[in-house]
């Protein structure tokens, strides 16, 4: 591809030499489904595309409770966002990250809220507790109108959450909306975790 | 729980980030949050970010005048867009991917809810897919999207860009972002564009026309490096915003 190329040079960048400020971010629009999500209409690839779950891509080989996790992205009319776009992020069932030696998985997945109940749904595994932390999924969250997207963190309700030092940081009246509610369903553990975006129940975002 | 009557005013002027609420684009004011956001501690943010390696593509993933070809080529002018992927001290971050969507040269999207009058291409379908190389350098061949109308408000017409969805080597860098073309009228009107907040940082997403990187007689040819931020190791540490 590239390799064969002269190097690029900064002369001719639209960075400035020596001036690296981050590329700011622009909203992933209406029409993101086209390029990130995997078997969308208009999508060319058929296979090997990273918007899959982790469970059904590495099917039988991670370890690890399955879970379903699952909700509802509300704006601040309390009406549900149908074109939001999640990622989750996190350790396999012994708590280690993908960089971490013997880390069972990648731990990505990346969904999409839509019709017609506007709920998204990620199946994945459990993570465990890396040393000191409670169980935690990360979450980014891009849609139509969020010129840059936001993070959040998903704990589980039938965990010990107590000593968590990232919940800590949360006012205790907020901590509410960042744990996933249970609920043992046919088929394995759903975990329930909705998203409002602004107002009453607001959910607590963290800054990059 | 009270809600509070106004959002809380969103620190911005430090980050390169366009706010959350900006009324001139009119989907924000209802998705935007009102509360401040919390910052992470340091301790937190060391568990890097998923990993991708070439088995996630395909050989033709890179070109989208090619991926997606039914029975001729796209239409329109084709492109060529080069650039590197650094860090915030200007390294390269190799082996990221990076994945990129479009509308067609005549400003439609190949999607269910596009309702704009414009011819869908049947040979087209605007989306890639590509590595960095040992260089941090990547290639993208594609077609110069077109100009669209939208309903922000009225006469509201985006300005020609590529969407780009970039890993960098921690979750934190992890960014969605969008390429302009250089001299377009419509950025002055585009309160996506406009919205951020520092003139430098808005100059950073319109890619340079390069005539070294123009393919004689077959692409014109763009340049357009993406500067990730991200960790708390870096943070917004802007070394040309000191004035």
């Known amino acids: 591809m590239t390799t064969e190329r002269p190097a690029l040079t900064p002369e001719t960048s639209n960075i400035p030499e020596g001036a690296f400020g981050p590329s700011p971010s622009q909203t992933v629009g209406p029409y993101f489904h086209q390029g990130l999500i995997h078997g969308f209409q208009g999508h060319h690839s058929a296979a ?99 010129l840059t997207h936001l993070y959040t963190a998903v704990y589980f309700s039938d965990e010990d959450n107590s000593t968590d030092p990232l919940l800590a940081t949360v006012p205790e009246a907020r901590r509410s909306t960042l744990i996933a509610r249970r609920q043992d369903r046919p088929g394995g553990a759903t975990y329930v975790f909705d998203l409002r975006m602004q107002g009453e129940g607001e959910t607590v975002f963290f800054t990059p | ?50 990993v991708f390696g070439p088995s996630v593509l395909r050989p033709d993933d890179f070109d989208t005048t090619r991926n997606a070809r039914v029975n001729g080529e796209p239409l329109g002018e084709r492109i060529t867009v080069r650039g590197r992927l650094l860090d915030s001290a200007g390294r390269p971050i190799r082996g ?110 319109i890619s340079a026309f390069d005539l070294t990187l123009t393919q004689p007689g077959w692409a014109l040819g763009y340049r357009f490096d993406i500067v990730l931020g991200g960790s708390a190791a870096t943070p917004f540490e802007d070394p040309d915003h000191d004035d």
């Open chain 2, 96 to 205: 990221a991917l990076i994945e990129t969507w479009q509308a067609n040269a005549a400003g439609r999207y190949v999607h269910q809810h596009d309702r704009h009058d414009a011819p869908l291409d049947p040979n087209f379908t605007g989306t890639a897919r590509l590595l960095t190389d040992d260089r941090g350098e990547y290639e993208l061949v594609s077609i110069r999207p077109g100009a669209y109308p939208w309903g922000n408000h009225p006469n509201a017409w985006r300005p020609a860009h590529i969407h780009f969805s970039v890993f960098g080597t921690d979750f934190t860098q992890r960014v969605v972002s969008q390429m302009y073309f250089p001299g377009d009228p419509l950025l002055a009107h585009d309160p996506i564009y406009q919205g951020i907040p520092d003139e430098k940082g808005r100059a950073r997403l």
């Open chain 2, 1 to 50: 729980m009270t809600r509070p009557a106004e959002p809380a005013a969103q620190p911005v002027l430090s980050s390169p980030h366009p706010p959350h609420l900006y009324p001139p684009y009119t989907s924000s004011v209802k998705r935007a949050p009102h509360e401040l956001l919390l910052p992470v501690p340091d301790a937190l943010r060391d568990h890097g970010g998923p």
């Open chain 1, 48 to 146: 090997g595309h990273v918007t899959v779950d982790p469970v059904s891509a590495e099917a039988g080989t991670v370890p690890g409770e399955r879970i379903r996790v699952t909700g509802q992205v509300f704006d601040g009319d309390g009406v549900a966002i149908p074109d939001a776009m999640l990622e989750v992020w996190h350790a396999d069932a012994a708590g280690r990250y993908v960089q971490q030696p013997g880390a069972a998985f990648t731990g990505f997945a990346r969904t999409h809220t839509r019709t017609p109940d506007a709920r998204y749904e990620v199946q994945t595994i459990k993570p465990g507790a890396a040393p000191g932390e409670a169980p935690r999924l990360w979450l980014w969250v891009g849609m139509r109108g969020l």
